[in-house]
């Protein structure tokens, strides 16, 4: 199987490159992030007329995760168990006089693509070490890992492809100094991305990329 990961920053301003792409290269399943789109407004008859079946996972301008897959797709999570809300949706929860149903926001989908259980996952930015968007970030990772170590007990291979926002070395930039103070390679965040892979994934990236700086990070 043929698996690529793809933070398309909207995925209606990217949809040509996407068709053509996927006309080119054919991968068997494709995960995309920032897809920025509600989950009805997804260009999904354009994905399916190249054999492409679509889950997708949005909520409007920001955010949102999709799956495509030409090896079938069964058993589409959107998000996962004990996925946080921002502090700040919390608070403003709060403060209504008529409570409403809030969700987290649209950062993972999961579905199962042939025999392989496949997570598209856009990670939260984390803005300012010293803010509740950093703390929201790592209480995600840790609601992910727990998420990811109870669908692991079920014996399926799994993929967990995504943007993770974190640099997890120096090597993952080009000049460390420049992100010095900042999120995205703070300690927390690296070990947050550490206890990921401790659970017994393998983070493919590198391996083919035997080159200096096999970024895996752009800003």
Same mark, same amino acid.
């Given at each position: 199987?043929? *698996? %690529?990961?793809? /933070?398309? /920053?909207?995925?209606k301003a990217r949809l040509p490159r996407l068709l053509s792409w996927l006309e080119d290269t054919e991968p068997d399943v494709v995960c995309l992030q920032e897809t920025k789109c509600r %989950? !009805?407004?997804f260009p999904a008859a354009e994905v399916a007329d190249l054999g492409y079946a679509v889950a997708a996972h949005g909520d409007g301008r920001w955010n949102g995760v999709a799956v495509l897959s030409r090896a079938g797709i069964e058993d589409v999570s959107n998000g996962f168990p004990g996925?946080? *809300?921002y502090e700040g949706e919390a608070e403003a929860q709060a403060k209504l006089t008529e409570p409403v149903l809030l969700t987290p926001e649209a950062r993972a989908i999961g579905a199962t693509c042939g025999s392989v259980r496949v997570w598209s996952l856009y990670a939260p930015n984390g803005r300012t070490p010293d803010s509740a968007h950093y703390a929201y970030k790592l209480r995600w990772f840790a609601a992910l890992r727990d998420a990811l170590a109870a669908e692991l007990t079920q014996g399926a291979p799994l993929v967990a492809c995504g943007d993770y926002n974190v640099a997890p070395t120096d090597e993952d930039v080009w000049d460390p100094a420049v992100f010095a103070g900042s999120t995205h390679v703070t300690p927390a965040e690296r070990q947050a991305l550490a206890e990921l892979r !401790? *659970?017994?994934l393998h983070d493919v990236v590198p391996t083919p990329m035997k080159g200096p700086h096999p970024y895996t990070y752009w800003d």
């Open positions: 199987m043929r *698996l %690529a990961t793809w /933070n398309v /920053n909207s995925v %989950a !009805d407004r996925e946080p *809300l !401790d *659970l017994g």
